[in-house]
Each structure stands twice: as structure tokens, then as C-alpha cells.
């Protein structure tokens, strides 16, 4: 009993609700006898308790609610009607069945609750002379499961109403059988009705369908209900509103500095916050619902080419708001339709590639910094870089100019343009040129974007990145001119901030305004050119937001950048969809209303910028000195010098206090994240001068093997991707060389000395690592 | 004798009116965010009670120069097609009730402008009120030229 101990505090407590519910029904079947579905809802109510009793060996409860079953069956299908009398037995039924229960709760046993007088009650009151008198002393030696089962199976066979009933209501007697198998010894009227089977025999299909799906559908009937979707979306939008209040109210109280409204505001904040969460919570589904499909299109799909595909689902249970559900849904059968056609080679061809024959689609669903990704990966024959090269350029999509200079992945990128396709024959799945670029618009509609990566004989990655929820984004507000802007944050790749002083600068290419983004050409888009707003004259202490959209990275210079937050996304009117540069509009934490930009229809705006940096591109390109180690590098300013750290030696960026690091000793340390932070000042280990005295110190965190070290540098100045154009052994106390970068003579830290600085242990306590680190 | 509310308002010293069953309401309001790349009738987008409410300038609708969105201005939000629009006025008149005999077709001499929104006139006691067609009032793509950029 004991590990059944669950399942029975289950079932009482879903029983408790089930009588909570009976009750109501019954009191309001008074009212109207005649209600089917009144009636419907307790059949199926008392049903599942006796299901479940069956299960749990509770004959008593089972035999009890067998007899009320029966009799309701009876009135939902008319065979008789509702009467003071049989309202009283069930209400008696449903009072046993709760007396039953407490005793369950109580003992764990069924106690000696008398049910007998109540079911002798429940039978007399079905007008059926024969078949319930003669079964009413009988349910009690029967076992429960054999009964189920065979209700179930002998349900039309046994029907033991005489024939005055049988024409008259054809459903009737199948339930009234039930009582009658209970009875083993009362073998007979199942033989003498025998003849009935025929003419019942279409309308016992629905209550046995019926009977299959109760047990379950009832308990999830209990524990959910159904909600108008336009309701939800009111819901949503209130929230929504309540949310930019919050804001507001939140800007407010800051102003006014009172603890007790303080207090409660941060309670507003978090309740706020809560509420949000629920309500789009509501409108989840899981992906499953889309998944659902696909393994017959997968199947159907590879028996109609003789490919062999299994089908592999890996986080069904990733919930995605509703309508994104429905927008995703088309281009995802495209995908795994492409993947199966395009994708997976023939079993022949597998064979021959040394794979196995049978393709292996995966589909995974996950959650990723506020997105939901779906993957389809599939293990065939991978895309054909110099394939698609080809068909780009036979039907026009690029120039050979163009080709030369993109990198495979932008070359395999080019399928997603529209009126591409690599098919060699067009098939009636997939083929036609309509496919991918489709596909990617409707992804880009619902705020998503995708991406593809293929290694040729292994296998295709489409992977979609999709919006938790349409109507709150993440975005990024910027300011131009005297408007705030918003940008969808899932296109925002990176910002870079043009300082006046430090001599970087906005170039032009015939015109066209470019950036030199670690030694590569970003073609810009000025949003107050392209916005027609007046042009400001000075290209310093700009943003350059770098964007990624239509395939083309390029950066927006906008005048500041304010923050990252989420957004409400109210939709445009009509006379605002027209004017093509927006994708909405949204109302920020002041109240006033923000236009969400359109990134890709200003990436198209963009096109002839592109073009022009492009070539300048080319002819830059064919100037570099080819070969050359590439290294990303962290560029960090101590003083009036660079220092480059490796990438690989920072695990994170951090900017502290300066009140907050604190002294060990001679040396300092800083809390960070519940441990004590060694810290170096990389001033002092380089022997300059910590002139720049600020509130806030930047600071590299290495960690390895749980141990960190916390590098302070002056400044941030850049993450470049570099061929190091020249490089020296001059090196000075705590360097490894220099190297000019960027055009500037950059000093390459010995970063290995600089962590023994700060923590002379931090290598000795993994020593199993030191030899590879001392290689480095 | 059948009669028709209608609430009115003045711009550029004229008194319009429209049928006190399209306005949800009137209110000044001074914040609007401007749409660059929109028709210039498009003053400007401002939120009302968490909805963003597309506020279209009367005056270019009649073929004058724009408004002045720095100084408050009054907006009568009528409801067209299912969608609140607020028409950018110089200032709100009474609600009066006019019987359908006061009412003639616009006279044939009425500029482009104005013919293409007025659907008749009534003549008041002191001067003429023309009766605006709500709908063509607030749509904006078919009188002015769009974007002035390209």
C-alpha cells in the first residue's frame, strides 16, 4: 500500500473535486431534468472515480458507483427519466461515495461503510423490473478488473433489456449491460439477448470510444479549462500596459526617494514581473503540437523517394506561444520536407559513403537566452559550397566579384535568396525555387531569424531562432534626431561607439560611408539619412549598430544608444505599414510611443551602400599581404598603451566598484559572486602609472577549474579577429612581444604572469594542467 | 422631422463637423512622435491609455500647411473602420443637433481640397458648418503625395 500511498492521495484528492463538481451538477440537474449534459458531465464524473476505484481495489467504492453509473446512463440516454426519487438515490450515491473516501483517508481501507441500502436504493429506482432486481445482491463478489474488461468487450453482446426497451432507445441497453456482467453468476440474459447484437450494433462504437477516453479526459477536464483566445490576448495586452505603468511608476519613485513607497513599488516591480510571466504563460504550447505531423510527412515522404529516415525528437516539451506555433509551423515541414528530399542521400548512396543505410532527421527544440531554437539536422550529403556557387551565379543571384570574397558560409547562406534552388531535377516536394527564401521571410515576419551550416558528406543544421512570444521583444532603443527607435534585439549583432579621440573614424568609399570593424569593411546605413530627418555634420562619438539581416551584416549610426529592454509591440495601422521602414510600434518607459525599425527593409535601403563597400572591399582584400596567424584578441588600454589578451584567456568582463576591492594583505581581492576575487591592476604589474582615477574599474575574469583572477585593466578598447601584420620579440617585463594591430604597436601580455601575480597558486593547485599551460 | 448630432470643431477659422456617433472623444494632448517617411498628414503617433493612436493633421488633409506639433494641439479620435484615428483640429466646437433640412450638397464652387472630404454643409444661424466624411478625413494615402525623400 505504501507505494500506492501517491496514487491514492491523487486520487482523493482529484475525487473531492469530482463530488465538489457532482454536487453542483446534481442541484442544478433539479432545475432541469432534462439537461443530457448535465447529465453527461456526472456519468462521466462518477466514472472516472469508479474507474480509478477499480484500479485501487476499492470494490466497495466501485461496486457503489457501478449501480449510480448504471442508472445514469439510463437518464443520460433518455431510456428514462429524472424523478425526485432517483435524484435522491444518486444524491445518496455521491454522500456513501464521500463517506467512503473520508474512511479511505482516514484507515486507508474502505471501512464498513454500508453500501448495500444505497446501491439497493440506486437499482430500484432503474425502471427496469428484471435485469436490476436480479442483479442487486450480486455486484459484491465480483473482482474489479475482470469486470472492466469484460463490460467493455461483452457490453454489446449482453443486453439483457427486454425487448419492450431495446427498440426504443438502442443505446440504453448496452449500458444497462454493464450491471448485468458485473454478475457472473447471472450468465443467462447474456445468452437469451443474444439477437440484440445486430441492431445495437452501430451505436455501441460511441459509448465504448467514449468510455476509452474518459478516464483520462476527465481528469484533465478538471484541472483545465478552455479559454477564448481573444481573451488571452486582451489578458496580454493589459498586461502589457500594466508592465509600461510599471515602468513608469517604477522612473518615478526613484525621483522621489521614499522607503516605504520604495518598498512597495519593488513589490509592484516583482508582482508585475509575475504576472507577466503567467500570463504569457497561458498562450504557451508546446512544440509538440507541430512536431506531431511530422513523422508521417517524414515518412510518407522517404518511402515515396526509397529513402530510409528515422526520426529523432529531441525537446518536444518546448513551449512557444500560440500564433508563433502556427507561423512556424509551415516552415519547419518545408525544412524537414527539404531534409528528407535534399538532405539525405538514397540507401544506395549512404551504402556506397560507408554510412548506414537509414538517414537519421533530428529536430531539437531548446531554449536559448530568451529564444526558443528549433534544429533540423539531418546526416546526408551536406550542401555543396561549389554547388551553390554555380547556381548563384548561373541564375544571377551574385556577381563572380561578389562570390570571390564570401566565405563558405555566406556562399551557402545565397540559398535562402529568392529564386535559388540546387536541385538537379525538380521533384514534386521541393525544388521549384520557392522554398528557402520563403521560408526565411515568414521566420523574419515573426521576428526570428535563420541560419544553415552544412559540412558536405555529413550533414545539413538549419537552425531557426524564434521569439519566446510575439508581442514582447527584447529590443534595443537608440536615439536619433529627437525620436527614440527600437530595434528587435535578435538582429542587433554587436554596438560599437565611433570616439572622436581615439582616431577611429566613419571612411567613405566613393561616397558610401564604410567602418572598419576588426580589419574588415562594414558598409553603413546612416537612420537619419535614411529616415530623411536632417543629416547631423559630425561623424564622432557616434553608435554604429552592428545588424545582421537578409544575409548582409551592416551597422546603423545612430546618435546614442539608451538601453536593451523589453518591448510591447503594438502592431501599425495601415497608413503606417505603407511607409515599409517599420515594424511596428511600442510605448516606452516614459510613455511616449517608439517606432520599432524594420531591420531588414533598412538593410534593403542599405543595398547600394553595401555594393560600394563591397567593391572597396575587393580591392582591399587583394591588397593584404595573404597568410599570417589569425588570433582574436582582447585589446585592453593601460595608460597610453595597448595590451592584447587572447581570447581564450577571458572567461568574462566585468567593471567593479572601485570602493569595492578590498585589501588581503598586500594584496587585493574583490566579492564576486560569493567567492574572494584575487585582483591584479595590470598598471602596476606593467609598471605604469594608474593615472585614470574613475568609479569604476573594467576588469578581465579568467577562470579555470573553478579558480578565477580578475585582470584590472584602464579601458576596453576593442575585440579584433587579425592577421597580425608584424610582430617582435621586443618585449619588456611581463610581455611576450609586441605586434602592431589595428596600425598600432600592440604590447602581447604574458597573461600566465600576470594570473601568477595575482594568485601564485592559481596553477599549482591543477598541476595536471601546468605543462600544457607553460606550452602556451 | 429626422435630425443628426454632429460634434464640431474649427480648423483654420472653419467650423466642420462629424457625426457625434464616430467620436469616442476629444482630448488635447501635446507628445506625439513623429513618423519620418510618412505623408506629411500623418502628424504624428501619441498613446492613449496604452493604445497608439495614429493622429492625422487636418490642415494637410485640406490642402494647408502643416500644424505646429510643439504646442498642444486638440484631437477628436473618431472611430473609422474598427480603428481609433485622431484628427488634429484647432479647436472643439459644441455638439448640435441639426435637422436633415438644414443640410445641402457641397457647393459646386468648394475647392479640391476640401470637396474631397465634405460630404454636404448646414447652414447655421451665423455661418456654415461643413459636415466631414470621417473616413476620408483620416485616410492619408490618397491626398498627399508621399515621402518627400527618396
Known sequence: ????????????????????????????????????????????TIHTIKGT????????????????????????????????????????????????????????????????????????????PSAPKAEAPAPEAKPAKPARSRSAKSKAPVAPEPAAEAPKAPEAPVKAVEVAAQAPEVPAPAVAAAP???????PVREPAAEESGQNTKRSIADSSIRVDVDLLDTLMRLVGELVLTRNQIVRGVNDISDPVLARTTQRLNLITSELQESVMKTRMQPIDHIWSKLPRVVRDLSGSLGKQVALAMEGKETELDRSLLEAVKDPLTHLVRNAVDHGIETVEERVAKGKPGQGTLTLRAYHEGGHVIVEIKDDGAGIDVERVAQTALDRGVVTRDQLARMESREIISLVFRPGFSTAKKVTNVSGRGVGMDVVKTNIEQIGGTVDVDSTLGKGTTWRLTIPLTLAIIQALTVECGAERYAIPQVGVDELVFVDGQSGQAIEHVSGAPVYRLRGKLLPLVRLDET???????????????VLQADGRRFGLVVDRVLNTEEIVVKPLSGRMKDVGVYAGSTIVGDGKVALILDIASLARRSHLAAEAAERAQLDQVDNRPRGGSIERLLIAGIGERRVAIPLDMVTRLEEFPVERIERVGSREVVQYRDHILPVIRLASLLGCYDVHESETVPAVV????????????????????????????????????SAVIQQRVTELLDVRRAILAADPRFYTEMSEITNSMVGA | MPSRQYATFEVADQLFGVDVAQVQEVLRFHE???????????????????????????????????????????????????????????????????????????????????????????????????????????????????????
Open chain 1, 196 to 202: 440484440a447484437v445486430a441492431k445495437p450494433a452501430a
Open chain 1, 1 to 44: 500500500m505504501d507505494e500506492l500511498g501517491d496514487i491514492i492521495q491523487e486520487f482523493l484528492v482529484e475525487s473531492h473535486e469530482n463530488l465538489d463538481q457532482l454536487d453542483r451538477d446534481l442541484v442544478a440537474l433539479e432545475q432541469d431534468p432534462g439537461s443530457r449534459e448535465m447529465l453527461s458531465s456526472i456519468f462521466r
Open chain 1, 531 to 545: 529616415l530623411g530627418l536632417p543629416v547631423r555634420n559630425s561623424d564622432r562619438d557616434v553608435y554604429i549598430a
Open chain 1, 53 to 128: 476505484s477499480g484500479f485501487l481495489a476499492f470494490h466497495r467504492l466501485e461496486t457503489l458507483t457501478h449501480a449510480g453509473e448504471s442508472l445514469l446512463s439510463r437518464l443520460r440516454d433518455g431510456a428514462q427519466q429524472m424523478n425526485p426519487a432517483s435524484a435522491d438515490a444518486l444524491l445518496a450515491m455521491v454522500d456513501t461515495v464521500r463517506k467512503l473516501l473520508e474512511s479511505i483517508e482516514e484507515t486507508g481501507g474502505e471501512g464498513d461503510v454500508d453500501v448495500e441500502s444505497v446501491i439497493a436504493m440506486v437499482t430500484a429506482c432503474i425502471e427496469d
Open chain 1, 702 to 737: 579568467y577562470t579555470e577549474r573553478g579558480r578565477s583572477v580578475a585582470l584590472v585593466v584602464e579601458q576596453i578598447v576593442d575585440i579584433v579577429e587579425d592577421h597580425i601584420e608584424a610582430r617582435s620579440d621586443l618585449d619588456d617585463d611581463g610581455l611576450t612581444g
Open chain 2, 32 to 150: 506625439y512622435t513623429r513618423v519620418p517617411l510618412a505623408p506629411t498628414s500623418v502628424g504624428g503617433l501619441f498613446n492613449l491609455r496604452g493604445q497608439v493612436i495614429d493622429a492625422v493633421d487636418l490642415r494637410v488633409q485640406l490642402g494647408l500647411p502643416p500644424r505646429d506639433l510643439n504646442v498642444p494641439a486638440m484631437n477628436v479620435i473618431v472611430s473609422v473602420d474598427d480603428e481609433w484615428v485622431s484628427l488634429l483640429v484647432d479647436r472643439i466646437g459644441e455638439v448640435i443637433e441639426l435637422d436633415d433640412e438644414a443640410f445641402e450638397p457641397p457647393p459646386d464652387t468648394l475647392a479640391g481640397a476640401y470637396r474631397n472630404l465634405i460630404v454636404g454643409t448646414f447652414k447655421l444661424q451665423d455661418r456654415l458648418m461643413l459636415a466631414l466624411d470621417a473616413r476620408r478625413a483620416a485616410d492619408t494615402t490618397v491626398p498627399v503625395p508621399a515621402a518627400q525623400h527618396a
